[in-house]
């Protein structure tokens, strides 16, 4: 995408790079992420268990986990409430894994993300009674859920809260609540995505047990972590850097068949692989269909099971790519007349699963806040999608009184609205939206580490980026510029042509570049002409053989 600004790091003193031992490349990196001594140094790079913070700081962990224990002497049924994101699959295939292994008897409750939506459901408590469950455990989720676990109360089913949301001011009457988000909380890291907060459950209970972790607690953690976009840092880092390690060197059945279908190396997954191969396939079947074919697969032991699991979910990933570049189209001709500080979008045909992807999508190509909106009947559903100067849920707390269901954070929220009310919210939303952008910058500022030759980019320097992962906030993965590549050819590539690929020379070096949803700027260049470009260095796989690539961000022509 185009950048209003590209901001390049400065490079660091001599004394940081005497400090950490390493080049002046290397060490911007490290300093441009905090690092700034051997002792930081060594923990980023090789994150230790003994790092982690002891669940127990959590209020409850301890009537939790003696809990929890009870019901494994006793034999009582449990039910596992997650949400239908990776986050919540994840962090429900942590429980229910780690407390059948200990011979529980588990029955998992995922909700349609239509038909019954965020939070905990009146259906699940039904499902619950009637499978006999005594103790009730949610997972990213359960914070604001009191009507439903107040039933669960009437019922005789004890609930145990494990959420990382905000708590609003009255907290659910359940047995215990863990969440690092919690008013009051004197755990020490509040940035546990939803599956963090069960691995810390069950962390504690194996420790009360003073028993091992099974390695596929930290594999499914490790999508959890990646995919909520939690902060790359501490114990996050921790789980997202052993959780893949492991996944590289363990068998794990179900994983290992959607490694298989999505094309991918098993003993080389990256932060990229899981970010934009992996997730966007466990997310899709609770897009289109229903989340519990996902939870299926993570947990399966089966290959013959696991195989047509796979088949069915990467069928389902296909017609969500298809669906959404549909969607897409239709969003670009409505966007077309507009000229407001936020985009509206929406079809009454529009899955409600996708419309968080077509947000989000235009949200990062036009910097706008964005809403998609769908549904034919009385009630509409939204997706709502930010920019990171825009707090989005602040702004949405101000029109409260238009919805019917609202939730969400600064950078992505939902609700429903009744139809009667979309236009008069529209206008309100529009006026809100306008003073909080007023002093917004109109485009996006691209952060880059260093400006190098790519001459730098050889076998050792790879291996040091490679050793920065996992990436995510708080943790970027690295930006280049190099400034002054010859432009040797270039075409549009992909289906409608919506990427650019280049091949680029540097002092008689060739390289190949690809700009992903770039293809609309080949009008920009011509053969012959020199840009400046920002990019990402990538390994492709191709035919067994490996092949340097250039993950374009953006490029501009040589001043």
């Known amino acids: 995408m185009k950048y209003q600004k590209w901001n390049i790091a400065d490079r660091v003193s001599d004394s940081v790079e005497s400090a950490l031992s390493l080049p002046n490349i290397e060490s911007t990196i490290l300093y441009n992420r905090g690092i700034d001594s051997p002792e930081k140094l060594q923990e980023f790079l090789f994150p230790q268990d003994q790092s982690t913070n002891d669940p127990f700081l959590f209020e409850d962990m301890e009537k939790v986990v003696k809990r929890l224990s009870q019901a494994l002497d006793n034999r009582e049924i449990i039910g596992i409430f997650g949400d239908f994101d990776t986050d919540g699959l994840s962090g429900t295939a942590v429980l229910t894994f780690a407390l059948q292994s200990l011979g529980s008897i588990v029955f998992p409750y995922i909700p349609h993300r239509v038909d019954e939506g965020h939070g905990v459901s009146l259906n699940s408590i039904e499902f619950f009674k009637d499978r006999g469950v005594s103790l009730i455990i949610t997972v990213d989720c359960g914070i604001s859920s009191i009507e439903e676990i107040d039933l669960a109360n009437k019922l005789n089913m004890e609930t145990i809260i494990s959420d990382h949301h905000t708590s609003v001011d009255v907290v659910p009457d359940a047995f215990g609540v863990i969440n690092p988000s919690l008013l009051g909380s004197q755990y020490p890291f509040q940035h546990l995505t939803g599956v963090g907060t069960a691995f810390k459950i ?26 909520d976009v939690g902060l790359m840092l501490g114990e996050n880092r921790l789980l997202a850097h052993k959780g893949l390690q492991l996944l590289r060197s363990h068998e794990i059945i179900g994983i290992d068949e959607l490694i298989r279908v999505a094309g991918l190396q098993k003993r080389r997954i990256s932060t990229q692989d899981m970010s934009f191969g992996l997730i966007p396939r466990i997310n899709a079947p609770g897009r289109l269909s229903h989340a519990r074919l996902s939870l299926d697969l993570i947990l399966s032991k089966n290959s013959e099971e696991a195989k047509i699991f796979s088949n069915e979910i990467e069928e389902l990933n296909k017609q969500r790519q298809v669906v959404t570049e549909t969607a897409m189209n239709e969003a670009y001709a409505q966007i077309k007349s507009q000229d407001e500080s936020v985009i509206f979008v929406g079809k009454p045909h529009w899955n409600p699963g996708i419309l968080g992807l077509i947000a989000g999508r235009l949200a990062e190509e036009f910097y706008k ?42 950078m992505a929220a ?39 030759s790519p001459l730098w980019l050889t076998s050792e320097t790879l291996g040091f980026l490679e050793s920065l992962e996992p990436y995510g906030k708080g943790n970027p993965e690295p930006t280049f510029i190099t400034k002054k590549f010859e432009i040797i050819d270039f075409r549009q590539v992909g289906n409608d042509k919506k990427h650019l690929k280049m091949t680029l020379m540097f002092e008689g070096r060739v390289f190949d570049a690809i700009a992903f949803r770039q293809g609309n700027r080949v009008l920009e260049i011509k053969n012959g002409e020199f840009v400046d470009v920002v990019f990402k260095p990538a390994i492709n796989f191709w035919n067994g053989k490996e092949n340097l690539e250039l993950i374009v961000d953006d490029f501009r022509l040589t001043s």
């Open 414 to 452: 939902g609700f429903t609205i009744k139809r009667d009310l979309l236009k008069d919210f529209r206008e309100k939303f529009n006026d809100v939206s306008f003073e909080f952008l007023s002093n917004v910058s109109k485009g996006p500022t691209l952060i880059v580490d260093a400006e190098i």
């Open 202 to 227: 069950v962390e504690a209970l194996y420790s009360y047990l003073n028993m091992e972790l099974p390695p596929e607690i930290y594999v499914f953690s490790a999508f959890g972590t990646l995919s």
């Open 369 to 410: 806040p964005v809403i998609a909106v769908s549904g034919s009947g009385e009630i509409l559903r939204a997706s709502a999608r930010s920019i990171p100067d825009f707090n989005l849920i602040q702004v949405l707390d101000l029109c409260k009184p238009f919805f019917e269901k609202f939730g969400g954070h600064p």
